[in-house]
């Protein structure tokens, strides 16, 4: 069967978490834009913060990963992981999913993930998550904020980790039986 499924959310919502696990579970590739992002920001030996500066004066960077992500969701049987996943594949996946979290949890998630100080992160993803709106409505007209192509949202800080693994498998089955 071929299946494509899309998980967006902002930085610190827990897509990569979701994504991977639920990759696992039904044999998908998984394809992450942010984690591209962070490899090509440590190729060139800059911070997050200094390459999305660079990434603003050359937005060909973000029309690279994000015609990646595209060209993995036509293949075919893979989880596409990112803030436009849902934007960028919505005439292509089963499932568009919208993770969502408090600002705070966010943060908390990011410092331990990153192993940075609170400050480090605050600045960083206001800067961060400020410039991808504009660039994300710059590149291709995209509103962030407009939540109207989802198919299901879900507050990350609602449940555990394995209660919105439930959640999710259960759409997921959902969408595989009437693809049958």
Same mark, same amino acid.
């Given at each position: 069967?071929?299946?494509?499924?899309?998980?967006?959310?902002?930085?610190?919502?827990?897509?990569?978490?979701?994504?991977?696990?639920?990759?696992?579970?039904?044999?998908?590739?998984?394809?992450?834009?942010?984690?591209?992002?962070?490899?090509?920001?440590?190729?060139?030996?800059?911070?997050?913060?200094?390459?999305?500066?660079?990434?603003?004066?050359?937005?060909?960077?973000?029309?690279?990963?994000?015609?990646?992500?595209?060209?993995?969701?036509?293949?075919?049987?893979?989880?596409?992981?990112?803030?436009?996943?849902?934007?960028?594949?919505? =005439? @292509?996946? /089963?499932?568009? #999913?919208?993770?969502?979290?408090?600002?705070?949890? !966010?943060?908390?998630? +990011?410092?331990?993930?990153?192993?940075?100080?609170?400050?480090?992160?605050?600045?960083?993803?206001?800067?961060?998550?400020?410039?991808?709106?504009?660039?994300?409505?710059?590149?291709?007209?995209? =509103? @962030?904020? /407009?939540?109207? #192509?989802?198919?299901?949202?879900?507050?990350?800080? !609602?449940?555990?980790? +394995?209660?919105?693994?439930?959640?999710?498998?259960?759409?997921?089955?959902?969408?595989?039986?009437?693809?049958?």
């Amino acid at each position: 069967m071929n299946l494509v499924i899309a998980i967006s959310g902002l930085h610190g919502t827990g897509k990569s978490t979701f994504a991977q696990k639920l990759a696992k579970e039904y044999g998908l590739r998984y394809f992450s834009t942010g984690q591209a992002f962070r490899e090509l920001a440590r190729e060139r030996n800059q911070s997050i913060e200094e390459f999305t500066l660079h990434v603003e004066k050359h937005p060909e960077i973000d029309k690279e990963l994000d015609n990646r992500a595209l060209e993995e969701a036509k293949k075919g049987n893979v989880i596409i992981e990112s803030q436009l996943a849902g934007w960028l594949t919505k =005439d @292509i996946a /089963d499932v568009k #999913i919208l993770l969502t979290a408090p600002f705070d949890i !966010r943060i908390f998630r +990011m410092m331990e993930r990153d192993h940075k100080t609170r400050e480090e992160i605050l600045q960083e993803t206001r800067k961060r998550e400020a410039s991808e709106k504009t660039r994300y409505q710059e590149l291709y007209d995209i =509103d @962030i904020t /407009d939540l109207s #192509i989802y198919d299901l949202v879900i507050n990350t800080s !609602r449940w555990s980790i +394995m209660e919105i693994i439930e959640i999710l498998k259960h759409v997921i089955n959902l969408i595989m039986s009437k693809k049958k």
